[in-house]
């Protein structure tokens, strides 16, 4: 069996990897191409180009990487008339991959859309091209199977795939107990794995820091970079601050552990701060074109998985035009502050993750692909 996947950001890459290693599991020999990153090529699949180095929000970065996404929606026609698939699954990442669906759909190869894109939140218009392009859609949050179903496609609630790697997660105890060994309440910085995100958010969360140290002069900070380029961007941010601040590269997990508390923005890693239930602000600075475009589309009350998830304002959440560090600053300073208000947050967050944190989606996912494609083929036969 031949399957094409791509995702095109680091939380793609991520659930791709994941998916892979399930696949093959229950697939042995199969085939795997497609776009994606370094730990999807690490898991076995055969790179056509590393998309994931191209992840863009919004329509300014978009437009930067315009002719790089259209060379390879080339590429992936090429292959699938080289070598067709027999199936393609998407990770997240619409746009892109509304162009990869509807070529795949115009071969005849069966589509499968894996952390499909929130249409109940946005954009509902496009469920036309959902409908045309795509033949079954995998969900990970609870509510959305049944919004696809109601608009006419095959969906299936599989759980969030997030949670499969939190389960597996390896943690530095030797990093852990050499923070822990130091005196101080630990604030979690979180600014994103997007350049874009680090450069947007980064300066409002140095600015809160200092506010909180001078309610709370016991504070120090942890700043989570996702790779060296953005370790060195926050470096230079924080030139001559004098605020007590560690930047580290690949310790998210760790960072989190060692939280009372967290700013961070918006994105699968809220998934992770709710599953140690560490109470968060979530923070994303836009313009005021993405303001205006967020008005007149967005059809929710909340962008972050966990209020969305627990259908509440749950960790205060913040989308200023404006930087807003004031915002940021206060919820932190009373968790800090008033042990009874961290721990009733904390209450609502483990309750909620009680519910929800159910590791096992790639596996389920995998296992719908497998048993969906083997039926196909025996029908055909």
Same mark, same amino acid.
């Given at each position: ?40 090529? #690490? ?18 970065? *978009? ?52 952390? $499909? $894109? ?11 091209? &959902? ?21 006419? &496609? ?36 979180? %600014?994103?794995?997007?350049? =874009? ?46 605020? %007590? ?50 008005? &007149? ?5 909340? *962008? ?10 749950? *960790? ?14 206060? %919820? ?18 483990? =309750? ?13 996912? #995998? ?15």
């Amino acid at each position: 069996m031949r399957l094409f996947i791509s995702a095109g950001e680091p939380s793609g890459d991520l659930h791709g990897s994941n998916l892979i290693t399930q696949l093959r599991e229950r697939i042995p020999g199969a085939q795997i191409v497609g776009f994606g990153g370094e730990r999807m090529a #690490a898991a076995g699949c055969d790179l056509l180009y590393p998309l994931c180095q191209h992840s863009a929000m919004f329509y300014r970065e *978009v437009i930067k990487n315009y002719w790089t996404y259209y060379r390879m929606v080339r590429v992936a026609r090429l292959s699938f008339d080289a070598c067709r698939p027999d199936g393609v699954v998407l990770i997240d990442f619409p746009g892109f991959h509304w162009h990869i669906a509807r070529n795949a759909h115009e071969l005849g190869i069966p589509v499968f859309y894996f952390v $499909p $894109p929130q249409l109940w939140a946005w954009g509902g218009w496009r469920i036309g091209k &959902m409908r045309r392009w795509v033949d079954h859609v995998l969900c990970t949050l609870p509510f959305e199977w049944e919004w696809y179903n109601q608009r006419g &496609m095959t969906a299936q609630y599989l759980g969030h795939p997030y949670f499969d790697e939190l389960a597996t997660q390896r943690i530095d105890q030797a990093f852990l107990g050499e923070q822990r060994s130091r005196p101080g309440r630990v604030v979690a910085i979180l %600014p994103g794995s997007r350049s =874009e995100e680090v450069k947007n958010n980064l300066p409002a969360f140095l600015t809160a820091a200092r506010q909180i140290q001078s309610s709370v002069p016991e504070a120090r900070f942890l700043v989570a970079s996702f790779n060296e380029r953005q370790r060195q961007h926050a470096t230079n941010v924080l030139l001559n601050s004098g605020l %007590p601040v560690e930047l580290h590269v690949g310790r998210t997990p760790e960072i989190i552990r060692l939280a009372d508390a967290c700013m961070s923005v918006s994105g699968s890693v809220g998934l992770e701060l709710l599953n140690q239930a560490v109470p968060t602000v979530v923070y994303y600075q836009i313009t005021l074109l993405q303001w205006l475009l967020r008005k &007149m589309a967005l059809k929710i009350r909340w *962008v972050s998985l966990i209020n969305l998830l627990a259908g509440e304002e749950l *960790v205060p959440e913040l989308v200023p035009i404006r930087p807003d560090s004031r915002g940021i600053a206060a %919820p932190i300073i009373r968790w800090l502050t008033d042990a009874r208000a961290r721990a009733v947050v904390r209450a609502k967050m483990i =309750e909620l993750r009680d519910r929800v944190a159910e590791p096992g989606a790639c596996g389920r996912a #995998a296992e719908y692909i497998k048993q969906t494609l083997q039926q196909q083929e025996s029908i055909a036969a």
